[in-house]
T-cell receptor, first 112, second 111 residues
Framework: KAGVTQTPRYLIKTRGQQVTLSCSPISGHRSVSWYQQTPGQGLQFLFEYFSETQRNKGNFPGRFSGRQFSNSRSEMNVSTLELGDSALYLCASSLGSRDGYTFGSGTRLTVV | QKEVEQDPGPLSVPEGAIVSLNCTYS??????FMWYRQYSRKGPELLMYTYSSGNKEDGRFTAQVDKSSKYISLFIRDSQPSDSATYLCAMYGGATNKLIFGTGTLLAVQP
């Protein structure tokens, strides 16, 4: 059974650019959540999508956005990148709101 | 004050020891509690998932939830060097599905 797949694994961008990260959830999972992980702040919730609708949003600026497609695949976009956006971005999928979350290996974004 | 507090460690134990990892939380609406293990440069891996108070055992791992004290624990018996990783507690409940994580405890099991 395939796990949660995130692409790309590594990314280097310069300040001011934008970036799009992709997440393919486990087959049948309709909930997809995104997290930012940094050494200083730990894992912080970005947003959650369920059946193409954003259900929850964390305390991140509007530069961070996402969407979910009809096949449950999700993308996250960060515009006008800042040095502080360098982090491991993790995607997690779940069958529903009362099930455990399975994480992908993440996309490590470095902003220079 | 953070919603979930976790001692960051590091915690170093000899092989075969019993490890106790703990988290406290402040939001009484939390009902679903999880423990994740994260190896370096990998995503978190779900170890244990419990609902409300009580104990749950899976092999060498036991998860305990005490909602009255807002305290959760993970016990690892007969610890192995391969258990060396960061352990994260996580929880959610109430009106939101936001999974809130502790900062993680770095565990090193010495052979």
């Amino acid at each position: 059974k395939a796990g949660v797949t995130q692409t790309p694994r590594y990314l280097i961008k310069t300040r001011g650019q934008q970036v799009t990260l992709s997440c393919s959830p486990i087959s049948g999972h309709r909930s997809v959540s995104w997290y930012q992980q940094t050494p200083g702040q730990g894992l912080q919730f970005l947003f959650e999508y369920f059946s193409e609708t954003q259900r929850n949003k964390g305390n991140f600026p509007g530069r961070f956005s996402g969407r979910q497609f009809s096949n449950s695949r999700s993308e996250m976009n960060v515009s006008t990148l800042e040095l502080g956006d360098s982090a491991l971005y993790l995607c997690a999928s779940s069958l529903g709101s009362r099930d455990g979350y399975t994480f992908g290996s993440g996309t490590r974004l470095t902003v220079v | 004050q953070k919603e979930v507090e976790q001692d960051p460690g590091p915690l170093s134990v000899p092989e075969g020891a019993i490890v106790s990892l703990n988290c406290t939380y402040s939001n009484s609406a939390f009902q679903y509690f999880m423990w994740y293990r994260q190896y370096s440069r990998k995503g978190p891996e779900l170890l244990m998932y419990t609902y409300s108070s009580g104990n749950k055992e899976d092999g060498r791992f036991t998860a305990q939830v005490d909602k009255s004290s807002k305290y959760i624990s993970l016990f690892i018996r007969d610890s192995q060097p391969s258990d060396s990783a960061t352990y994260l507690c996580a929880m959610y409940g109430g009106a939101t599905n936001k999974l809130i994580f502790g900062t993680g405890t770095l565990l090193a099991v010495q052979p």
